[in-house]
Structure formats: structure tokens, C-alpha cells
T-cell receptor, first 112, second 109 residues
Framework: DAGITQSPRHKVTETGTPVTLRCHQT?????MYWYRQDPGHGLRLIHY???????DKGEVSDGYSVSRSKTEDFLLTLESATSSQTSVYFC???????????FGPGTRLTVT | RKEVEQDPGPFNVPEGATVAFNCTYS??????FFWYRQDCRKEPKLLMS???SGNEDGRFTAQLNRASQYISLLIRDSKLSDSATYLC??????????FGRGTSLIVHP
């Protein structure tokens, strides 16, 4: 299995609080992605990174920001969590961008 | 038209059956295609990559029809352990594959 970890694995937080999710990889892959997965919507891309300090928005980026200061770490921040951001968040990595992706185990976030 | 369309199912089949899923895509520039398997409450895992007309790996066969813009996944001799959701992901010609919503397969004894 690809070396990808996500932390925390589960989190419950209150509306209006900031939340940061971490994705860490040991594969030295250039590309990293954050998705959310909700029933009826499948996987939706939030943000992605194509190198250190190089990031771009996905289809559902409102309310989220990201940072990548090192190859191995990609952080997703919810500036002020809302109940609509209750979801399962997956990080993925890829060596060559538009090719195979390898996913982390996911973070289950509940915003109350 | 959605970029990637999959029949959500569920496909309910007995052990030993052969089952096939289709995935249609709208981006004619897609060059690479991927099937992922996702178990309940788990992350998607790469099942198969398709870069030409098709690919075969044991009981699993993927066939690509570029003219009609669909890719199929055939599973032979279904096992109980094949029960999962199967996600199709054509490349988008950028850094971003596009995922279908998945097809649910239930294999029963």
C-alpha cells in the first residue's frame, strides 16, 4: 500500500470553529489532492497541489483553503466550519498527475 | 450531460456469475482510464488502469470503446469478496481525473 496517512481520522467540531486536516505521504509523489465524499455526490475535488507551494481550486473549494510547504504534507483548512462540511475527506497522491491515484484512509468530520 | 456516468445499481448477482458495468464519459480527450474499488466506509483503491483498448487482470477485464466513449468492467466468476462499489475515472487531460459516482455490486451466496 502507498504510504499515505491522514490525521485526525475522526473529528467532531462545532459550527464556526476552524479545522485543519493533515495528509502525509512517504512516496515523494508530486501531486496531492483533497476530496470530499457525500452520499449521492461521489468524490468531489476540493483543492489539489502540483508541487510545493503550487495549489489550485477544485469544483467545491468555497470555504476551504490548503497549504503545501513540503512535498510530503498537504493541509486542508476549514476556516469556519459549517454543518454542510460534514463529510468524509480523502487525500490522494499521484506521481504523474493525470494518472493513477492512491488514497489515504479518510477523515470523518462531523460539524454540529 | 454529466462528465462521467455510471449506473448506480445495485447489481445483485450470485456467486460465480459474470457481471459487467459500463461507464460513459464526455471528454473525448481522455487518454487514460481507471477503475477503482471502494469498500463500505473505506478509501477507493486502484483496481485497473487502461491506456489502450483494454486490460485484463485475472477475473477482471476492462474494455475501452473510444468511438462510443465508454469503458466497461467485466468480472467473471464473482466472489462474495467482490461486493463493493466500483468507480470509473477517465483522465481529464489535466492533473485531474474525473470520478463517476460508482456502481454498487452485491454478490450473494
Amino acid at each position: 500500500d502507498a504510504g499515505i496517512t491522514q490525521s485526525p481520522r475522526h473529528k467532531v467540531t462545532e459550527t464556526g470553529t476552524p479545522v485543519t486536516l493533515r495528509c502525509h505521504q512517504t512516496e515523494n509523489h508530486r501531486y496531492m489532492y483533497w476530496y470530499r465524499q457525500d452520499p449521492g455526490h461521489g468524490l468531489r475535488l476540493i483543492h489539489y497541489s502540483y508541487g510545493v507551494k503550487d495549489t489550485d481550486k477544485g469544483e467545491v473549494s468555497d470555504g476551504y483553503s490548503v497549504s503545501r510547504s513540503k512535498t510530503e504534507d498537504f493541509l486542508l483548512t476549514l476556516e469556519s466550519a459549517t454543518s454542510s462540511q460534514t463529510s468524509v475527506y480523502f487525500c490522494a497522491i499521484s506521481d504523474r498527475g493525470d494518472y493513477e491515484q492512491y488514497f489515504g484512509p479518510g477523515t470523518r468530520l462531523t460539524v454540529t | 450531460r454529466k462528465e462521467v456516468e455510471q449506473d448506480p445499481g445495485p447489481f445483485n448477482v450470485p456467486e460465480g456469475a459474470t457481471v459487467a458495468f459500463n461507464c460513459t464519459y464526455s471528454n473525448s480527450a481522455s487518454q487514460s482510464f481507471f477503475w477503482y474499488r471502494q469498500d463500505c466506509r473505506k478509501e477507493p483503491k486502484l483496481l485497473m488502469s487502461v491506456y489502450s483498448s483494454g486490460n485484463e487482470d485475472g477475473r477482471f477485464t476492462a474494455q475501452l470503446n473510444r468511438a462510443s466513449q465508454y469503458i466497461s468492467l467485466l468480472i467473471r466468476d464473482s466472489k462474495l469478496s467482490d461486493s463493493a462499489t466500483y468507480l470509473c475515472a477517465p483522465s481529464g487531460g489535466s492533473y485531474i481525473p474525473t470520478f463517476g459516482r460508482g456502481t454498487s455490486l452485491i454478490v450473494h451466496p
